[in-house]
T-cell receptor, first 114, second 113 residues
Framework: KAGVTQTPRYLIKTRGQQVTLSCSPISGHRSVSWYQQTPGQGLQFLFEYFSETQRNKGNFPGRFSGRQFSNSRSEMNVSTLELGDSALYLC?????????????FGPGTRLTVL | AQSVTQLGSHVSVSEGALVLLRCNYSSSVPPYLFWYVQYPNQGLQLLLKYTSAATLVKGINGFEAEFKKSETSFHLTKPSAHMSDAAEYFCAVSDRGNNDMRFGAGTRLTVKP
């Protein structure tokens, strides 16, 4: 069974641009969660989608948004990029709600904002 | 809201020595608890999880963790460290009944030959 895939793996953008990251969950998984990982803040939850609906959202500004498609694939978008948005963005999928089900993580997309 | 504290951002052990990574949680209700491992340039992989069955939980790669309610702890142990155990380890907690999960700051484990 294929794991969680994330594209692209690396991105370099400049301040003010926007970026879209993609995540394909494990086949059959309906929950997709996104996390931001930085050396200073650690792993921070961005949002979770389940059956195309956002179930929960972390404490991030509205510049961060996401969506989930009917095939469970998910995208997250960051608009008006800031230097502080440089991070590893991790996607995780699970069969159902992430809070008590095992989450399977992708390798991440490393975003660098110059 | 629940939270988790990992004591020690860096732990160094010799190969063959005991590994002990500490995790304390706060939660108003019985929690679910998880340990994940992250190797360089990879995502997180679940080592083990506690969901109110046995308090001693066995995971992959020889790791285990014990849920101690009185101490609000869920420390991760491995009797004998291997070079391949060098990685970053994250403890996570989620409250039953709500839809939130919090990760600790992580502990980087170094294994010396």
């Amino acid at each position: 069974k294929a794991g969680v895939t994330q594209t692209p793996r690396y991105l370099i953008k400049t301040r003010g641009q926007q970026v879209t990251l993609s995540c394909s969950p494990i086949s059959g998984h309906r929950s997709v969660s996104w996390y931001q990982q930085t050396p200073g803040q650690g792993l921070q939850f961005l949002f979770e989608y389940f059956s195309e609906t956002q179930r929960n959202k972390g404490n991030f500004p509205g510049r961060f948004s996401g969506r989930q498609f009917s095939n469970s694939r998910s995208e997250m978008n960051v608009s008006t990029l800031e230097l502080g948005d440089s991070a590893l963005y991790l996607c995780a999928s699970s069969l159902a709600e992430r809070t008590y089900n095992e989450q399977f993580f992708g390798p991440g997309t490393r975003l660098t904002v110059l | 809201a629940q939270s988790v504290t990992q004591l020690g951002s860096h732990v160094s052990v010799s190969e063959g020595a005991l590994v002990l990574l500490r995790c304390n949680y706060s939660s108003s209700v019985p929690p679910y608890l998880f340990w994940y491992v992250q190797y360089p340039n990879q995502g997180l992989q679940l080592l083990l999880k506690y969901t109110s069955a046995a308090t001693l939980v066995k995971g992959i790669n020889g790791f285990e963790a014990e849920f101690k309610k009185s101490e609000t702890s869920f420390h991760l142990t491995k009797p004998s460290a291997h070079m391949s155990d060098a990685a970053e380890y994250f403890c996570a907690v989620s409250d039953r009944g709500n839809n939130d999960m919090r990760f600790g700051a992580g502990t980087r484990l170094t294994v010396k030959p």
